[in-house]
């Protein structure tokens, strides 16, 4: 069975400093593991995935399979940045998503 | 807009009346994905379909649900005697077939059973 656990439900931080999102999976094949946002009164939308390897928005996240993480991590936090953010993970053969319980990012100016 | 649709927005029903939510996805995808998020949660995965084809059901998915996409455009999803418990947001999802390709979310059903 997949799982993805966030441990934080509200992670408030002021503009400016460096942010830290934390997720951790369980599973026991290779999975994809994704970034989903949903900013206010927005439908939910795609922020990263780690085959990417990409930065979108300021935002990187490193896959460490030896502790089963998957955190997203910004260097500097704008208030633009606040939102509600879905770690997810897909495994199988028909990419069924499996989310997490959702952090919501308040960004203080 | 050529995002994907969900109709209607909002529902409110008594309970052991039956409710249909349909999906509209983006017009060249073929997989299609319904899952329903409650509070202070996150969504849930319900089914898959690839093209007209229902490929995988949650155990969230009781007799009392049912989905179809009979001509692999768009999707109804059905529940019948609601519950209490069946209040959520029912979010609909589509992508292409292209290897793993991005999920597209439509903006969701809430539903509120009285």
């Known amino acids: 069975a997949q799982r993805v656990t966030q441990p934080e439900k509200l992670l408030s931080v002021f503009k400016g400093a460096p942010v830290e999102l934390k997720c951790n999976y369980s599973?026991?094949?290779?999975?994809?593991l994704f970034w989903y946002v949903q900013y206010s009164r927005q439908r939910l939308q795609l922020l990263l995935r780690h085959i990417s390897r990409e930065s979108i928005k300021g935002f990187t996240a490193d896959l460490n399979k030896g502790e089963t993480s998957f955190h997203l991590k910004k260097p500097f936090a704008q208030e633009e940045d606040s939102a509600m953010y879905y770690c997810a993970l897909m495994a199988g053969g028909y990419q069924k998503v499996t989310f997490g319980t959702g952090t919501k990012l308040q960004v203080i100016p | 807009d050529t995002g994907v649709s969900q109709d209607p927005r909002h529902k409110i029903t008594k309970r052991g009346q039956n409710v249909t939510f349909r999906c509209d996805p983006i017009?060249?995808?073929?997989?299609l994905y319904w899952y329903r998020q409650t509070l202070g949660q996150g969504p849930e995965f319900l089914t898959y379909?690839?093209?007209?084809?229902?490929?995988?059901k949650s155990r969230l998915l009781s007799d009392r649900f049912s989905a179809e996409r009979p001509k692999g455009s768009f999707s109804t999803l059905e529940i019948q005697r609601t519950e209490q418990g069946d209040s959520a947001m029912y979010l609909c999802?589509?992508?292409?077939?292209?290897?793993?390709?991005?999920?597209?979310f439509g903006p969701g059903t809430r539903l509120t059973v009285t």
């Open positions: 017009s060249e995808h073929n997989r």
């Open positions: 599973y026991s094949g290779s999975p994809e």
């Open positions: 999802a589509s992508s292409s077939g292209r290897g793993t390709a991005e999920q597209y």
């Open positions: 379909f690839q093209n007209e084809a229902q490929l995988e």
